[in-house]
């Protein structure tokens, strides 16, 4: 009898401390990337500047997201994959650095955008990291595993940095982060077993993923469905205090309620999506439509809205594993820059959600009328998820269209 085959430590059943490393990366970026929100009024008086202009410093963290994630993939694509997160983490903590040492605006301005360079790109090595470090039937529960660090990072690490900013000053707030991404990088580079490029790897390789239609759809699905979100979520503080009549203090805990949500969402999206990936896609965009259009009506009083803000979290969150792993199955030979990718257009849902509820705001229609532009958008995404289904079942037929994704797995460089 032929004996079996030694086990592949890349790929056990479920990553251990590999994917345990990568999501304490993950609740960094989480941290640094939505804290900073809730000290735009301390930064605004630190550094004497109106917070409208404070407010820069979220869009250019997102500017730096949106132009990292392609270049820095495109940059490292020929490089290792350990090598390229534990350096990816590392850009990620002297950006923090900067940004606490910034002796003005200008210069803080500059370091928010390089420290969001790194963001897209990190989450798209990462995500493909995990899947390959995964049995294949966990694969998209991997995934789920690195993003739960961003997630918890909703829970603790948000509230934990405000708090921290507000009794000892922003500075600090950041210097807590520098040491939470040293211990990321040292933990990858610890626990992350070897990863290396896939043979072909390369910017033309990686773009050929683009080629197919399906990718560009799952994008759109991104872009437009999870602007919902974002349109909601961008306006939560003044719809809670003047809608819902929750006191200025008590929003840090309902906003710590939102995390909750994502961290249950993340985890259900990852089970699901292992089990049946495109019923799960478009279930986790009409129950978020179903509860953003149901919070015009529960943020009149306190409890239901508490509630809803749950039920948002958890439907809104559980899209990121589904989508994530439909397009590490899309792009499975040339997975790490549409993976990537998956990030801007995550930003670009952002961008996108919060300027049209602005605009709702704007025209009059209320504090709740964003819930209904998000309802509306997710909708939207929905839709969008639904056609790129049936294109994927005429396609490949049912069971391609609902199959968890594959990836396949990089085989080493030949010597």
């Given at each position: 009898?032929?004996?079996?085959?030694?086990?592949?430590?890349?790929?056990?059943?479920?990553?251990?401390?590999?994917?345990?490393?990568?999501a304490?990366?993950?609740?960094?970026i989480?941290?640094?990337?939505?804290?900073?929100m809730?000290?735009?009024p301390?930064?605004?008086?630190?550094?004497?500047?109106?917070?409208?202009?404070a407010?820069?410093?979220?869009?250019?963290?997102?500017?730096g997201?949106?132009?990292?994630?392609?270049?820095?993939?495109?940059l490292?694509a020929r490089l290792?994959?350990?090598?390229?997160?534990?350096?990816?983490?590392?850009l990620?903590t002297?950006?923090n650095?900067?940004?606490?040492?910034a002796?003005n605006?200008?210069f803080?301005?500059?370091?928010?955008?390089?420290?969001?360079?790194?963001?897209?790109?990190?989450?798209?090595?990462?995500?493909?990291?995990a899947?390959?470090?995964?049995a294949?039937?966990?694969?998209?529960?991997?995934?789920?595993v690195m993003?739960s660090?961003?997630?918890v990072?909703?829970?603790?690490?948000v509230?934990a940095?405000?708090?921290?900013g507000q009794?000892?000053?922003?500075?600090?707030a950041?210097?807590?982060v520098v040491?939470?991404?040293?211990?990321?990088?040292?933990?990858?580079?610890?626990f992350?077993?070897p990863?290396?490029?896939?043979?072909?790897?390369?910017l033309?390789h990686?773009?050929?993923?683009?080629?197919?239609?399906?990718?560009?759809l799952?994008l759109a699905?991104?872009?437009?469905g999870?602007?919902?979100?974002?349109?909601?979520?961008?306006?939560?503080?003044?719809?809670?205090?003047?809608?819902?009549?929750?006191?200025?203090?008590?929003?840090?805990l309902?906003?710590?309620l939102?995390?909750?949500?994502?961290?249950?969402?993340?985890?259900?999206?990852?089970?699901?999506?292992?089990?049946?990936l495109?019923p799960?896609?478009?279930?986790?965009f009409?129950?978020?439509?179903?509860?953003?259009?149901?919070f015009?009506?529960?943020?009149?009083?306190e409890?239901?809205?508490?509630?809803?803000v749950?039920?948002?979290?958890?439907?809104?969150?559980?899209?990121?594993?589904?989508v994530q792993?439909?397009?590490?199955?899309?792009?499975?030979n040339?997975?790490?820059l549409?993976?990537?990718?998956?990030?801007?257009?995550f930003?670009?849902?952002?961008?996108?959600?919060?300027?049209?509820?602005?605009?709702a705001l704007?025209?009059?229609?209320?504090?709740?009328?964003?819930?209904?532009v998000?309802a509306?958008?997710?909708l939207?995404?929905?839709?969008?998820?639904t056609?790129?289904?049936a294109?994927?079942?005429?396609?490949?037929?049912?069971?391609?269209?609902?199959a968890?994704?594959?990836?396949?797995?990089?085989?080493?460089?030949?010597?």
């Amino acid at each position: 009898m032929r004996p079996a085959p030694p086990a592949d430590p890349t790929r056990s059943e479920g990553g251990g401390p590999a994917l345990a490393a990568l999501a304490v990366t993950a609740f960094a970026i989480g941290t640094t990337e939505f804290a900073a929100m809730g000290l735009l009024p301390h930064i605004a008086d630190g550094l004497h500047v109106s917070i409208p202009r404070a407010g820069w410093l979220v869009s250019l963290y997102a500017l730096g997201v949106v132009i990292g994630a392609p270049l820095l993939t495109a940059l490292c694509a020929r490089l290792p994959r350990k090598a390229v997160l534990v350096g990816l983490t590392g850009l990620f903590t002297v950006g923090n650095l900067l940004c606490a040492i910034a002796p003005n605006f200008a210069f803080l301005a500059a370091a928010r955008l390089i420290t969001g360079l790194p963001h897209g790109a990190f989450f798209g090595a990462g995500a493909v990291a995990a899947a390959e470090l995964a049995a294949p039937h966990r694969r998209a529960r991997a995934v789920s595993v690195m993003f739960s660090g961003l997630t918890v990072a909703n829970i603790l690490g948000v509230p934990a940095a405000t708090l921290l900013g507000q009794q000892l000053g922003w500075r600090a707030a950041m210097l807590v982060v520098v040491a939470i991404g040293g211990l990321g990088a040292a933990a990858i580079a610890r626990f992350v077993p070897p990863l290396p490029s896939h043979p072909q790897a390369g910017l033309q390789h990686e773009l050929s993923a683009f080629r197919s239609g399906q990718l560009w759809l799952a994008l759109a699905t991104v872009v437009v469905g999870c602007a919902g979100l974002f349109a909601c979520y961008s306006y939560i503080t003044p719809l809670l205090t003047e809608v819902s009549g929750f006191a200025d203090g008590s929003v840090t805990l309902v906003l710590a309620l939102f995390g909750v949500g994502f961290t249950i969402g993340n985890a259900v999206g990852g089970w699901a999506a292992d089990r049946a990936l495109r019923p799960s896609i478009c279930a986790a965009f009409l129950l978020m439509a179903l509860a953003l259009g149901g919070f015009a009506v529960t943020a009149h009083a306190e409890w239901s809205a508490a509630a809803t803000v749950v039920l948002i979290g958890v439907f809104g969150f559980a899209v990121v594993p589904t989508v994530q792993t439909l397009v590490l199955q899309k792009a499975r030979n040339a997975p790490t820059l549409a993976s990537a990718t998956v990030q801007g257009a995550f930003n670009l849902g952002n961008a996108q959600g919060a300027w049209l509820g602005g605009l709702a705001l704007s025209a009059g229609w209320g504090w709740t009328s964003p819930t209904l532009v998000g309802a509306g958008l997710a909708l939207a995404g929905c839709a969008i998820a639904t056609v790129s289904w049936a294109v994927d079942r005429r396609a490949g037929g049912p069971a391609a269209a609902v199959a968890g994704a594959v990836v396949e797995a990089p085989q080493p460089v030949p010597n």
